[in-house]
């Protein structure tokens, strides 16, 4: 084997399968079926391999893995319920060299209000409840833990919208599961906020 395939070889292993699980639970969401999950993730590491000379090595994997997985959703998927969107190869090929340290401010985690470690059939069922717009950023960012500028990249939308639909979001689940967390003995720690209005929301 030769030094660059050895390269992409341990890059593929090291930095690409360990975040398989991760992946599998993002394309369950997406789909609702074991099935087409196993599918998704599988083209996904397929394109990850064909495409690998165009991952910068030590970036942001998980980010660039994810954004194959959702576009690959967008292009097969969405077909079967009319709303195909094709999206160029090279939207994603390139992706990992901008600067993603900036989570955001004033917006509370999810996962530090009502569903801290919490993540029960009542949650699992309200999130996929919510369309797919609204439900992909609350999985990433609320469940993957992945910054602002990492969803935009993700997604294709600016951060000014990944803020809109994730504030609308939250605030859909929380009527969702209003009951189910005072149950628990949570309350809101957002207050009465009002949901922000953007040119850039679609």
Not at 16 to 28: E, G, M, N, R, Y
Request: hydrophobic share 35%; aromatic share 12%; with cysteine.
């Amino acid at each position: 084997m030769s030094e660059e395939l050895e390269k992409y070889d341990r890059i593929f292993h090291e930095e690409f399968l360990p975040h398989i699980d991760a992946l599998k639970t993002f394309a369950f969401h997406l789909t609702y079926n074991d099935e087409d999950a196993d599918d998704l993730v599988q083209e996904t590491y397929m394109k990850a391999h064909r495409f690998i000379k165009k991952y910068h090595e030590g970036t942001n994997a998980k980010a660039w893995l994810f954004k194959i997985l959702k576009n690959a959703y967008i292009n097969e998927y969405r077909k079967k319920s009319k709303r195909p969107t094709k999206v160029d190869l090279e939207d994603y090929v390139n992706y990992g060299e901008e600067s993603v340290d900036d989570k955001g401010s004033g917006y509370l985690d999810l996962r530090e209000e009502i569903f801290d470690n919490m993540m029960g059939d009542e949650i699992t069922i309200a999130i996929n409840t919510l369309p797919i717009d609204f439900r992909t950023v609350i999985l990433l960012c609320d469940i993957e833990g992945f910054t602002y500028e990492e969803i935009s990249a993700i997604i294709d939308v600016p951060i000014g919208t990944v803020r809109s639909r994730l504030f609308r979001a939250r605030n859909m689940l929380k009527k969702k599961l209003q009951t189910y967390a005072e149950s628990l003995g949570y309350t809101d720690k957002r207050g009465k906020n009002k949901i922000p209005t953007s040119s850039e929301e679609e």
